[in-house]
């Protein structure tokens, strides 16, 4: 019974295009979310957050977008670069903890 | 980076012995956590630690018990190891609790055999 789903386990994408990387939630209470990056062998790194009173936030090249009515966030990349090439998580808030997704690993290529 | 170290980075162990894991920080972050990562699940939370000696559960802590006797030690204990506790662990610290930017440290591959 996963409360987080990121239904696309992989992504390749081609240098300079955009990146769209999907998740949904079930749980409505869910608040503030946040998406983390992962390189192998390394710990995930913080990348962007959302909370619910916004439906965008946007840093540099990164951009998240939360639907609330649908229960569905994605964070676009754009342009996207070799370097962005990781595991991404998408993790909503819960009670005093966050709750990760399975993760989705974006290839770009050049 | 975040001073963040977690120690053994590797370890083969058989099934029934013990083993600790220990995460070290010398950001003196009030808040630490213990995740394991395996295929299909993403990160999972087994325990964390809200200040000296105080800890709680996570979701999947059964099989785990956790020590936090000063502040910038968090150790993670399988009393007796198994095969399903096989996993990438992570030791993560915040601040401010989950919603702050929680700090990874580089992870424990541990493999009971």
């Known amino acids: 019974d996963q409360q987080v789903k990121q239904n696309s386990p992989s992504l390749s994408v081609q240098e300079g295009r955009i990146s769209i990387l999907n998740c949904d939630y079930t749980?409505?209470?869910?608040?503030?979310f946040l998406w983390y990056k992962k390189y192998p062998a390394e710990g995930p790194t913080f990348l962007i957050s959302?909370?619910?009173?916004?439906d965008k936030n946007e840093d540099g090249r990164f951009t998240v977008f939360l639907n609330k009515s649908a229960k569905h966030l994605s964070l676009h990349i754009v342009p996207s670069q070799p370097g962005d090439s990781a595991v991404y998580f998408c993790?909503?808030?819960?009670?005093?903890?966050?709750?990760f997704g399975t993760g989705t690993r974006l290839q770009v290529f050049p | 980076d975040a001073g963040i170290t977690q120690s053994p980075r590797h370890k083969v162990t058989e099934t029934g012995t013990p083993v600790t894991l220990r995460c070290h920080q010398t950001?003196?972050?009030?808040?630490m956590y213990w995740y394991r990562q395996d295929p299909g699940h993403g990160l999972r939370l087994i325990h964390y630690?809200?200040?000296?000696?105080?800890?709680d559960k996570g979701e999947v802590s059964d099989g785990y018990s956790v020590s936090r006797s000063k502040t910038e030690d968090f150790l993670l204990t399988l009393e007796s190891a198994t095969s399903s506790q096989t996993s990438v662990y992570f030791c993560?610290?915040?601040?401010?609790?989950?919603?702050?930017?929680?700090?990874f440290g580089p992870g424990t591959r541990l493999t009971v055999l």
């Open positions: 959302i909370s619910s009173i916004k």
């Open positions: 950001e003196n972050h009030r808040y």
């Open positions: 630690s809200y200040g000296v000696k105080d800890t």
């Open positions: 749980n409505s209470m869910f608040d503030y």
């Open positions: 993790a909503p808030l819960g009670t005093d903890k966050l709750i």
């Open positions: 993560a610290i915040s601040s401010g609790g989950a919603a702050d930017t929680q700090y």
